[in-house]
């Protein structure tokens, strides 16, 4: 067993990259256009929903499609308290918000199993955006509200900020017991129960911690977009997206659901603005040959090229 | 003294009585056998003690406290544990994870993990399957895997723990050593409540035999008195 020289091997190369990563990105906005900063904030948010994505559905194998739903509870956060509370109060209460709905939601519902909690948190989505339409409309009068405006430097940094907790929060539970508990929970629940594993708890636990940081990323996105109604923040693509690009990145080790939003968002952005009228085609060309021949997305292909030049050293890890 | 036992525990499935009314008691550091033909409620009558389905009507009782009712992971940490009939490890992990996972959560005490994976390793060792720690436990043979789940079970340090079925698919060999494994965990002081098919094992290593059949309860009795009783036989046999 050399577990301590692997862990020692293991922290020094990834941990220096990771410190320069940061050192970067937080230097960025001395030296840099206001488009990469408004792109850039626009990938983290992707690697935050991503990665919260992953956080629970990863091990548990459960599918949730609740994502769009609370990061739109997350931008009606900003909407409403947006006027009244400074900007990290408000994005700590989107947070909030959303975790607090998650627990609501996981505790009725994390018991169904397999498609029917994906159609379930599908729905709760349509629920959420289809009731607030009628009580906005009801009750206010008008479809959209306005969200205070924050400059894209704050914007940036809060981004910044989230997905550095969201990456840690996602390491920190992958290596933890807590995090072996839902692995188990996902290979196995029923003897996960019966070696003692509140199953209940741990699951709505992780759903809430995932919800906290879509939310988060949701509240301070809306500042960027100025006006918000149901349709734009409910809108189910927030759903979807982080599906794909979780399954085209890879699921298995956590750099995988990161490489996957930052290509893909990227991807999206060049083609949308270089193929306007293609965008959509190559698009899904780029998906089904992703999913035909990445079966385990760029992770597994990472891992096969490994394999293969490491002689199939360390073939079964 | 009782440790483990049941007052007209019943269970429907629709409209089949799974396990009918069935009265039964486990004493403190005895091995119990439960036998009976195939779906004759013996491994339902297992998820009712663990937990897995609530007795309606019945009362479990577990160290003179009444545990109907209560999930599965608090049974558990009460220290009732059990091991599947049907395989259910954690496939894709590495063996001793199976274990470790055990040791953290089958009791209430919180356990440094170097000292979690320390004892994973020796209860490992203690149902022979040294060596075999880092092995993704999908890749075992059944017989294995059969020992993993008692590992498993017994890191969450029961006081009474319900086996189903490990000697199912075993040859003469492995079926001694179960045999020895039983032996050994009783020596530690752990009330055994088993369920087998295995003539010569439940014979020669039960303390007393309760034999169901149609969800209720036939007879009761050491080794020899059940061998010879005319019920069982007919129940096994025919007339």
């Known amino acids: ?317 | 003294m009782a440790i483990l036992e049941g007052k007209g525990v019943t269970k429907y499935f629709g409209g089949l009585a799974a396990v009918s009314n069935v009265d039964f008691h486990v004493d403190h550091g005895e091995v119990l056998g439960l036998i009976g033909p195939n779906g004759a409620g013996k491994t339902t009558l297992f998820g009712l003690i663990s937990a897995a389905y609530i007795p309606k009507p019945g009362l479990i009782r577990f160290k003179g406290e009444n545990i109907t009712g209560l999930k599965p992971h608090h049974i558990c940490r009460q220290g009732l544990a059990r091991t599947f009939q049907s395989v259910k490890i954690f496939p894709n992990m590495p063996v001793i994870n199976n274990v470790t996972l055990g040791v953290h959560f089958g009791t209430p005490e919180r356990v440094p993990s170097a000292k979690a994976t320390e004892e994973a390793a020796r209860l490992l060792k203690f149902v022979g399957l040294s060596g075999m720690e880092s092995i993704p436990a999908r890749d075992l043979t059944l017989v294995n895997q059969k020992l993993v789940e008692v590992a498993r079970a017994l890191a969450t340090k029961p006081e009474v723990l319900l086996l189903d079925e490990i000697m199912a698919g075993l040859n003469p060999t492995e079926i001694a050593q179960a045999m020895e494994l039983v032996s050994k965990i009783r020596a530690q002081g752990i009330t055994i409540l088993m369920i087998e098919h295995v003539m010569k094992a439940i014979m020669s290593v039960c303390d007393r035999i309760m034999v169901l059949h149609h969800g209720e309860k036939i007879a009761e009795g050491t080794p020899q008195e059940i061998a010879t009783s005319e019920t069982v036989i007919k129940v096994y046999l025919g007339e």
Not at chain 1, 133 to 157: M, P, S
């Open chain 1, 1 to 317: 067993m050399n577990k301590q020289t692997l862990t020692s091997k293991n922290f020094l190369i990834p941990g220096t990259i990771l410190l320069v990563g940061l050192l970067i990105l937080v230097t960025l906005p001395l030296y840099s256009s206001i488009y990469t900063m408004i792109f850039l904030s626009s990938i983290f948010m992707y690697i935050v929903l991503t990665m919260s994505w992953v956080m629970f559905s990863g091990p548990t194998g459960q599918i949730s499609l609740a994502t769009a739903a609370f990061f739109g509870v997350g931008i009606y956060v900003a909407a409403i308290l947006g006027t009244i509370m400074p900007l990290l109060v408000v994005v700590l209460i989107g947070g909030l918000a959303s975790a607090g709905m998650a627990v609501l939601v996981g505790s009725l519902t994390l018991r169904l199993k397999g498609i029917y909690f994906a159609i379930f948190t599908f729905g709760l989505l349509e629920l959420m955006k289809n009731l607030l339409l009628w009580f906005e409309i009801k009750f206010t009068g008008t479809r959209g509200r306005f969200v205070v405006v924050a400059d894209y430097n704050t914007v940036y940094f809060f981004m910044l900020a989230i997905l550095a907790l969201t990456l840690l929060t996602a390491y920190l539970i992958r290596r933890s017991k807590f995090g072996l508990a839902l692995q188990g929970i996902g290979e196995q629940e029923e003897a996960a129960e019966h070696i003692g594993i509140n199953v209940t708890l741990v699951k709505v636990f992780t759903f809430a911690i995932s919800a906290f940081f879509i939310g988060a990323a949701g509240t301070i996105m809306a500042t960027r977009w100025t006006y918000v109604d149901p349709y734009i923040a409910f809108n189910m693509n927030f759903s979807f997206t982080p599906v794909l690009m979780a399954i085209f990145g890879g699921i298995g080790p956590l750099f995988g659901p990161v490489l996957g939003a930052v290509i893909f968002a990227y991807l999206e952005e060049i083609l949308i603005t270089k193929f306007p009228y293609y965008y959509m085609l190559l698009f899904g060309v780029v998906m089904v040959v992703s999913v035909l021949y990445l079966p385990n997305g760029l992770v597994g292909l990472i891992q096969k090229w490994r394999v293969r030049t490491a002689g199939g050293e360390h073939g079964n890890s």
